[in-house]
T-cell receptor
Framework: GAVVSQHPSRVICKSGTSVKIECRSLDFQATTMFWYRQFPKQSLMLMATSNEGSKATYEQGVEKDKFLINHASLTLSTLTVTSAHPEDSSFYIC????????????FGNGTRLTVT | AQSVAQPEDQVNVAEGNPLTVKCTYSVSGNPYLFWYVQYPNRGLQFLLKYITGDNLVKGSYGFEAEFNKSQTSFHLKKPSALVSDSALYFCAVRGAQYNFNKFYFGSGTKLNVKP
């Protein structure tokens, strides 16, 4: 149980275009989802917290107009990287919470974004 | 504020030997601690957690972790390492009561198990 599906797993796009990444909780309802960015050989950097039906909460230094997050349902959150640049190339990982205090976070398999 | 520290960037161990990956924590309130493993180009997989109760917690793939309140540590252990255990390991602590959905991750420790 508690499976999180993230799609696509890899994407290559041209500079200036937008890319959408989907994160779905397959067998549970996720009131809260989290988006992380991971640089090579580095830890996870929390970008934003996505709450169903409300605006996402962005961490300091993360551009909300560049990284658009939508959490339209209890099983789906999307991250759109707008006007992508090569420096946006990274590994993006979503995670979802079942909302219970003792529950672990469940992670998707990540999306490798390469902007050329 | 909640935080965890993983003092070792990398741990090397021979197959069959015991392994330890270190984690120390700093929290306000009760610590809810977690270990995750990440294989290359994959997301994180949950290994085990400590909420309350026994200080020795058993998890997936033969891993266990020992909670030590006096030393504020939560080290990950395995009695006999496998080459397939080679991966990146993250310790994490859950946010305080008002923000328990937020997790704080350590910097990660790369485990190398050599045949």
């Amino acid at each position: 149980g508690a499976v999180v599906s993230q799609h696509p797993s890899r994407v290559i796009c041209k500079s200036g275009t937008s890319v959408k990444i989907e994160c779905r909780s397959l067998d549970f309802q996720a009131t809260t989802m989290f988006w992380y960015r991971q640089f090579p050989k580095q830890s996870l950097m929390l970008m934003a917290t996505s709450n169903e039906g409300s605006k996402a909460t962005y961490e300091q230094g993360v551009e909300k107009d560049k990284f658009l997050i939508n959490h339209a349902s209890l099983t789906l959150s999307t991250l759109t990287v707008t006007s992508a640049h090569p420096e946006d190339s990274s590994f993006y990982i979503c995670s979802a919470s079942q909302g219970q205090e003792y529950s672990p976070l469940h992670f998707g398999n990540g999306t490798r974004l390469t902007v050329t | 504020a909640q935080s965890v520290a993983q003092p070792e960037d990398q741990v090397n161990v021979a197959e069959g030997n015991p392994l330890t990956v270190k984690c120390t924590y700093s929290v306000s309130g009760n610590p809810y601690l977690f270990w995750y493993v990440q294989y290359p180009n994959r997301g994180l997989q949950f290994l085990l957690k400590y909420i309350t109760g026994d200080n020795l917690v058993k998890g997936s793939y033969g891993f266990e972790a020992e909670f030590n309140k006096s030393q504020t540590s939560f080290h990950l252990k395995k009695p006999s390492a496998l080459v397939s255990d080679s991966a990146l390991y993250f310790c994490a602590v859950r946010g305080a009561q008002y923000n328990f959905n937020k997790f704080y991750f350590g910097s990660g420790t790369k485990l190398n198990v050599k045949p």
